[in-house]
């Protein structure tokens, strides 16, 4: 079974820091674009950042620019997202998602082939 699994979500309170990890699983994602997204209570799934597969190219949605770093380690086939300076309003839940077919530029833009489960991401004011 194909997998993506995301890790590291919890409460954290306003001004702090958190890690997120995606691990693959069933099959290599070491080759895909890979990206975050979250989606909070009662608004649509949103772009957060992509990374391309070798990692040289990095990508963020506005409100997390300077905030949020997306990394990768190919060896492990995991993806981390970096947090720092959260805020109340990046409470969500954060999705992992990959793509052999896509750039991770296009990850803005379209909607990638596979999706992990989601990791619950609170933010105390």
């Known amino acids: 079974q194909v997998q993506l699994v995301e890790s590291g979500g919890g409460l954290v309170q306003a001004g702090g820091s958190q890690r997120l990890s995606c691990a693959a699983s069933?099959?290599?994602?070491?080759?895909?674009?890979k990206g975050w997204f979250r989606q909070a209570p009662g608004k649509e799934r949103e772009f957060v950042a992509a990374?391309?597969?070798?990692?040289?190219?990095?990508y963020y949605a506005d409100s997390v620019k300077g905030r949020f770093t997306i990394s990768r380690d190919n060896a492990r086939d995991t993806v981390y997202l970096q947090m720092n300076s959260l805020k109340p309003e990046d409470t969500a839940v954060y999705y992992c998602?990959?793509?052999?077919?896509?750039?991770?530029?296009?990850?803005?833009?379209?909607?990638?082939?596979?999706w992990g489960q989601g990791t619950q991401v609170t933010v105390s004011s």
């Open positions: 998602a990959a793509d052999a077919g896509m750039t991770a530029q296009a990850m803005g833009v379209r909607i990638p082939d596979y």
């Open positions: 990374i391309s597969w070798s990692g040289g190219r990095t």
């Open positions: 069933g099959r290599t994602f070491s080759s895909y674009a």
